[in-house]
């Protein structure tokens, strides 16, 4: 049996150092929860931490340090705060229930993260003891010896995991810990999710990433199968038998065809199923698989057995199928195969005449080294597939700058990473033309192979040349106001994002679903929030479907004070969400981005709001 460890004992004369806080015993007791009891036979602890801690317990070893949260379906924890830029000096743990490994001899603990901006005064460590009572300073810990890899991003998941020592197997009381410990000069980010302890021995797979389950369409997994093993890419069959309607499982779960909802189906192992438990959500990205498939537009397929491919992972807050990629549906493919690997050909040789294509711009970062920036700028183009707001987004005033992934149309799996590109002119975005995905673009500047196995843009040393063949920040090149727009033909959200030109007013009426609100100064994935009830009541966010949570399909909505504002504003009406909603505004930039202002009419749910413009 591997020996992934090493031991270390906290001094129980640390309890000295702790300084007192009203209410909260040494060393700062934060969030009580309840024992955790043993889960089915080989399986001791299973956490996903998708919408909560569970029933793991919070712990401060400073006063006024971090604690973990549950934060972008995981547990969360950062000792930098982006919004005052300062950092707090931090000693948290995140405790486990405890387990019985009576009579065990192999067992090992596993879990999903992602890990940023880490620094050498920073900890991240997953520990175990036998003897923790409540108090973390008087436990003796082990420290698992699990080496991270750090990320660049907030989209890549590593799987991480060690066989816990033989000191621990056979005992009775055991708990893992996630602790971390930042100083007040700097501090990493550390995303957890999917956290097991299960019988047998931790196999590494090499290459620290999520490793893809053995499945294959001819023998895929079942829904049961799929349920319990919810880690990495597999091949999955079962029959459909509804979708979700609105934002939550429980109370959303349609088992028939439901219209509206063509983002999501419900698969189980019998075409019978009703019971939710016993049924897979399954996430239908826009392309040839959600139109193939879903019930919205095919309800018919009710009852249907299909054969998809996909994520394993944490959907509506269940276990769950993302990013489906591929289904086989009455003895057709729809979407990427899989199991045809796509071969690109590198093409350009990087200058404005010959930009490089996604697979050549690949190549050359890889040719430099590892972490080596190229000397010069090159030029590279393809179509934007995937924007990551976490690392920056065109319009926020957080960034300036954006992150996104281009490729070549045909060839979407060979992806080049665009990480945190300038505006036109290598400048903070301050006014203009957005990106939008499916875009084409022209990139210009230095490349690098970040830590020799991430090609992508050297951080704010590259920048947007040409969108659409655009060359400038002056938007999109309408110079005239478009047809439609009229109560009878009111735009759709799609079609007052095409219609948009920064600088001009164009007053409107749109027809969109509420999905949402906009908490905070910006446009970003940390202020949009998809949820009720609402925090906020100055905007509402509207889009083509009812469940839509890509925030580059969304409108903001501003709902000026007075009628308006209290008729529509999701605090006060949160059955609105997911209802769709007929208004009268300016299409305009708001948060910097194509909006809706100066809101004076609406209509929803038969209800007239505001006064009928002439």
């Given amino acids: ?84 830029k300062t950092y707090t000096a931090s000693k948290a743990w995140l405790v486990s229930p405890a387990f019985d490994l009576t009579d065990q001899t192999e067992v090992y603990v596993s879990f999903d993260y992602i890990l940023r901006y880490k620094k050498a005064e920073t900890k991240e460590q997953i520990l175990v003891s036998t003897d923790y009572v409540g108090d973390v300073a008087t436990a003796n810990w082990t420290v698992l010896d699990i080496a991270l890899t750090e990320g660049r991003d907030y989209t890549t998941w590593y799987t991480a995991g060690a066989n816990l020592p033989e000191s621990v197997l056979g005992q009775p009381n055991v708990v893992v810990a996630l602790y971390y410990e930042c100083p007040t000069t700097t501090a990493s980010t550390w995303e957890v999710k999917n956290l097991n302890v299960k019988k047998g021995e931790y196999e590494e797979n090499g290459n620290g990433t999520t490793p893809t389950n053995d499945t294959t369409r001819e023998k895929p997994f079942s829904v049961s199968q799929a349920i319990a093993s919810q880690n990495g890419n597999a091949w999955v069959k079962g029959y459909i038998v509804g979708c979700v309607e609105g934002q939550k499982l429980a109370e959303g779960a349609k088992f028939e065809a439901v219209s509206g909802v063509a983002s999501n189906i419900l698969i189980a192992e019998s075409a019978d199923e009703t019971e939710v438990g016993k049924c897979l959500v399954v996430q239908l990205p826009v392309g040839d698989v959600r139109t193939a498939i879903n019930l919205s537009d095919n309800p018919n397929n009710i009852k249907q057995e299909v054969i998809l491919y996909g994520s394993l992972e944490t959907y509506f807050g269940a276990p769950g199928m993302k990013s489906t990629s591929f289904a086989i549906f009455n003895g057709k493919g729809y979407g990427t195969d899989p199991d045809k690997t796509v071969v690109l050909e590198p093409k350009g040789d990087g200058t404005l005449e010959s930009p490089f294509n996604p697979a050549a711009a690949i190549q050359y970062a890889q040719s430099l080294g590892s972490d080596v920036n190229s000397t010069n700028d090159v030029y590279i183009k393809g179509r934007i597939v995937e ?71 050297v951080a704010n040393e590259a920048y947007l040349y040409s969108i659409n063949g655009i060359t400038d920040g002056g938007g999109s090149g309408n110079t005239e106001t478009p047809t439609g727009g009229t109560y009878n033909e009111p735009f759709s959200v799609a079609k007052v994002i095409e219609t948009y030109v920064d600088g001009k007013q164009i007053p409107s ?51 000026p004070k007075g009628d308006i504002r209290t008729g529509l504003e999701l605090m006060a009406h949160p059955e609105y969400l997911g209802q769709q909603v007929l208004l009268y505004g300016s299409i305009e930039s708001y948060f910097k981005i194509p909006g809706l202002k100066g809101t004076s009419y609406a209509e929803i749910g038969g209800t007239v709001i505001g006064s009928k413009p002439e």
């Fill in 509 to 559: 009426y749109v027809k969109g679903y509420i999905v949402g609100y906009v908490d905070g100064n910006g446009y970003n994935a940390e202020t949009v929030k998809f949820e009720v009830p609402a925090e906020a009541q100055t905007e509402i966010l509207i889009a083509d479907t009812p469940n839509e949570t890509d925030i580059t399909k969304c409108v903001p909505v501003q709902l």
């Fill in 1 to 84: 049996m591997k020996k992934l460890f090493k031991k270390i004992i906290l001094p129980v004369i640390a309890l000295g150092c702790f300084t007192a806080c009203e209410d909260v015993p040494a060393p700062y007791f934060i969030q009580e929860q309840e024992e955790n009891d043993p889960s089915k036979t080989g399986i001791f602890l299973s956490e996903t931490f998708a919408s909560s801690l569970g029933k793991f317990k919070v712990f401060s070893q400073e006063e006024n340090g971090v604690v973990w949260s549950s934060q972008y379906s995981s547990a969360y924890i950062s000792g930098y705060d982006n919004s005052s």
């Fill in 387 to 457: 924007f990551n707001t976490k690392d920056g987004n065109f319009g926020s005033n957080t960034y300036g700058n954006a992150s996104f992934y281009i490729a070549e149309e045909g060839a979407e799996d060979v992806k080049f990473y665009c990480f945190r590109v300038m505006y036109f002119g290598k400048t903070k975005y301050q006014s203009g033309n957005i990106p939008q995905l499916n875009d084409e673009v022209v990139i210009c500047g230095k490349v690098v192979n970040y830590k020799g196995n991430t090609p992508e843009t």
